[in-house]
């Protein structure tokens, strides 16, 4: 007689998303839905998201509290100043903190003294996913201390 057969159901290992616990992330976008999505989905992963929708407050908050950001993620298309403008003057005054742009415009975008400002330019739409990643890249590259001067 043959034995009978187990039909027990094998789990599927749940999908392992990148995780990035305790990472600062100054979050610069003007979409309020767009910048929701995002606090969400960085938030789930482990990060503390601060989150502003105009340049110049983002500026002033990273001028009070420095050791409070690792990254700069921000939106190119901003009001008063464009996102690499913010994140070249972040370069010049915090060169150690990371800075990710996003961009509607993919990678085409003005040749200006700002260009380079940017350590990674991802295109919109942007998943959560490539910002974790690209964020555990940048951490990753040796002699790089987090957060301020």
Do not use: C
């Amino acid at each position: 007689m043959p034995l009978a057969q187990s039909h027990q159901k094998q789990e599927q290992p749940a999908l392992e998303l990148s995780q990035i616990p305790g990472v600062r992330i100054l979050l610069v976008e003007d979409e309020i839905m767009v910048a929701e999505s995002l606090q969400e989905g960085l938030t789930k992963r482990g990060a503390e998201v601060t989150y502003f929708d105009h340049p110049m407050q983002a500026l002033q908050y990273i001028g009070e509290n420095p050791e409070q950001v690792d990254v700069v993620l921000s939106d190119h298309g901003l009001p008063g100043m464009s996102g690499l403008e913010l994140l070249g003057e972040v370069k010049l005054r915090y060169p150690r903190m990371h800075r990710i742009l996003i961009s509607g415009w993919g990678t085409n975008l003005e040749d200006t003294s700002e260009a380079h400002s940017a350590e990674r330019i991802l295109t919109k739409p942007v998943r959560v996913e490539d910002i974790v990643r690209t964020i555990i890249e940048k951490s990753h590259k040796p002699n790089r201390k987090r957060g301020g001067k």
